[in-house]
């Protein structure tokens, strides 16, 4: 019964588009009924966890900060307090989520693995129905998913399982890619050969681009962690045509193309005009609008943001000020308004420079190093495969999506952390029993 419930846990994380299939006036989505209904199963079923005194450390800076935070932006005291108390839940949900697993990081990896499967597999399905035009035999969205524009109906048929568009299917699946990716290289057997190769096709079916992003990000950090390419100028050569082939590849594909090229004129205009705002596609638009925002608002609040939560405040008193008159602008077409298009903008503006520096120490201090001395350790391959893929999905989430609660980054925070603990503690077991046995 336990396994059942803590294998749900995992799922209704990726469920945060699932809604009440009837309207009660607002959207209400499931996942806020499961997450109290297992705080209460898991208190009642856990004993004493331990905290450890790093644990506390860490703790007591993000609340002393976020005191501050607060303090110098009382008049956002609403929207301060409805971020800190989800982000509160979605916390306390996390933690006891991964200790009702007793802290077995090798099986909640397991278990997640078969959670980015089914998803695989409801891509799958979906990009056959789609092209064979049968495409309601795979609408989620009766079970009550909201799908976004479902992309997956038209051409080019871009899958996206339940997920509400095709880059939360990509986010979902990075944190596995590294472990899908060393499996070509014989480094484990966690998963088959094949699913391997159907992860990666699934991602490349998403034509995302944050989906070529995560692929090439993984492909390098696994290259440059393992081999020395001083040693192997050979193999440096190779890789780096390898990836500029790729690149071109993603490059040209016509979604992408006019993405990034949009993007780029904008970026680097001296003179930013009415058309030129007019002309953007809708990603280039959100990018650059809510960059301008960002920045204008951290040369008025550097060191500790506007308030947690008060982007959207922010963004209404600078959209006017920061862009020349637009269509955007007149028929009030605010994209990312709530979260900024990025969590890097998003930190920024809200928690300023502490609060970004924190996180990138964050993300630096507890991202394992790849265990060259101890690749016949099939377990530390595994913590470092799953901590360095949350890695690239960080990194991923800092240049795009900037919500606070979605898509279980509590949970993902929370994985970084005590798998780099654990990858300590085992590490040092592993030397010891070296050191006996020799």
């Not at 450890?52 to 929207?79: A, C, H, P, R």
């Not at 971020?83 to 949900?93: E, P, V």
């Not at 590294?178 to 014989?186: C, E």
Request: hydrophobic share 50%; with cysteine.
């Amino acid at each position: 019964m336990k396994n059942l419930i803590c294998k749900l846990g995992l799922f209704f994380i990726f469920f945060d588009n699932m809604y009440l299939p009837f309207d009660i006036g607002f959207d209400f989505k499931l996942i806020y009924i499961f997450m109290l209904l297992f705080i209460v199963y898991a208190t009642s079923i856990i004993g004493r966890v331990n905290i450890k005194k790093e644990d506390l450390q860490i703790l007591t800076f993000v609340l002393f900060f976020l005191m501050i935070n607060l303090f110098v932006n009382i008049s956002g005291i609403v929207l301060f307090m409805k971020q800190f108390i989800g982000i509160s839940i979605a916390f306390i949900y996390s933690f006891l989520f991964i200790a009702v697993y007793k802290f077995d990081f090798k099986k909640i990896i397991e278990d997640y693995i078969l959670v980015i499967k089914i998803a695989i597999i409801g891509g799958l399905l979906q990009f056959i129905f789609a092209k064979l035009g049968k495409h309601y035999l795979v609408d989620f969205s009766v079970l009550g998913f909201d799908l976004g524009n479902n992309e997956y109906k038209k051409y080019p048929f871009r899958v996206h399982s339940w997920f509400q568009e095709p880059s939360f299917l990509v986010y979902a699946i990075t944190p596995i890619l590294l472990i899908v990716i060393t499996r070509f290289f014989g480094l484990h057997r966690k998963v088959s050969f094949f699913i391997s190769v159907l992860t990666i096709f699934v991602v490349f079916l998403s034509m995302s681009s944050i989906g070529f992003i995560s692929i090439l990000l993984s492909v390098g950090l696994f290259l440059i962690s393992k081999y020395s390419f001083v040693k192997k100028p050979i193999f440096l050569v190779s890789i780096s045509i390898a990836v500029i082939i790729v690149s071109l590849f993603v490059y040209n594909l016509p979604k992408v193309k006019t993405r990034v090229d949009d993007t780029i004129n904008i970026l680097t205009s001296d003179q930013i005009t009415t058309e030129q705002i007019d002309d953007l596609n809708f990603s280039s638009y959100a990018l650059f609008s809510n960059f301008k925002v960002a920045m204008a608002s951290f040369k008025e609040d550097p060191i500790f943001g506007c308030g947690l939560g008060n982007y959207e405040l922010r963004y209404d008193e600078l959209i006017d000020e920061v862009l020349p008159p637009n269509k955007f602008i007149k028929y009030k077409i605010w994209l990312n308004r709530g979260e900024a298009n990025s969590f890097f903008f998003r930190f920024l503006t809200e928690t300023g420079l502490i609060g970004i520096l924190f996180y990138f120490w964050f993300l630096y201090h507890y991202r394992i190093r790849f265990p060259k001395n101890y690749q016949d350790n099939k377990e530390l391959i595994l913590l470092w495969c799953f901590n360095n893929g949350l890695f690239i999905l960080f990194i991923l989430r800092l240049l795009r999506n900037g919500h606070y609660i979605h898509l279980g980054i509590e949970f993902m925070w929370i994985m970084y952390y005590l798998t780099s603990l654990q990858y300590k503690i085992k590490r040092r077991e592993y030397q010891e029993k070296l050191s006996i046995n020799t």
